[in-house]
């Protein structure tokens, strides 16, 4: 009888042994879906944003609005206003980006029927401006700089994932 008992307690160790494992598993999992639900509840945050851009906004910006999808690929919008004699040269060399803002580039040149529900981002509506075009590490990003109210000029910035 002590070896048909020994035999029944191995194969219950054994079930028990299988049983902390799968429990162990679907904690796993669990925690793995709940961090992945609290991460979309707190919801896309500037922080989230500067860091998929690759830059801090500049020191003195204002009356940012941002927006993002992430439908098939990431795509960020920001909008800030600067001062006057602001420079963007150090923003964009903080994404990391070696091109110049070229005059009259209006790298939007038309809404996008997209965009219709971001009622703040108007880009196309600049009647002078200077902007970006460029590639880089995996990214697309897309820069207007409006002057066409000198004392309040706004950046328009656009980022996407290729």
């Known amino acids: 009888m002590q070896v048909l008992n020994v035999k029944a307690q191995s194969g219950s160790r054994a079930?028990?042994?299988?049983?902390?494992?799968?429990?162990i598993l679907l904690v796993a999992a669990l925690a793995g879906i709940g961090l992945a639900v609290v991460s979309r509840?707190?919801?896309?945050?500037?922080?989230?944003?500067?860091?998929?851009?690759?830059?801090r906004l500049p020191a003195g910006a204002r009356n940012?609005?941002?927006?993002?999808?992430?439908q098939f690929g990431r795509v960020v919008w920001l909008r800030f206003a600067l001062s006057p004699d602001?420079?963007?040269s150090?923003?964009?060399a903080?994404?990391?980006?070696?091109?110049?803002?070229?005059?009259?580039?209006?790298?939007?040149?038309?809404?996008n029927y997209t965009e219709a529900e971001l009622t703040w981002w108007t880009p196309h509506t600049?009647?002078?401006?200077?902007?970006?075009?460029?590639?880089?590490?995996?990214?697309?990003?897309e820069l207007l700089l409006d002057r066409s109210d000198p004392a309040a000029p706004v950046v328009y910035l656009r980022v996407y994932s290729l």
């Open 15 to 23: 079930k028990n042994i299988r049983a902390w494992g799968i429990g």
């Open 41 to 55: 509840a707190r919801g896309f945050t500037l922080a989230d944003a500067e860091a998929f851009i690759g830059a």
């Open 64 to 70: 940012i609005a941002y927006a993002t999808r992430d």
């Open 86 to 88: 602001a420079d963007l």
């Open 90 to 92: 150090t923003f964009v």
């Open 94 to 111: 903080a994404m990391g980006l070696d091109a110049e803002l070229l005059e009259g580039f209006y790298p939007f040149p038309a809404a």
């Open 126 to 141: 600049a009647q002078v401006a200077a902007g970006l075009h460029a590639v880089h590490a995996g990214k697309v990003y």
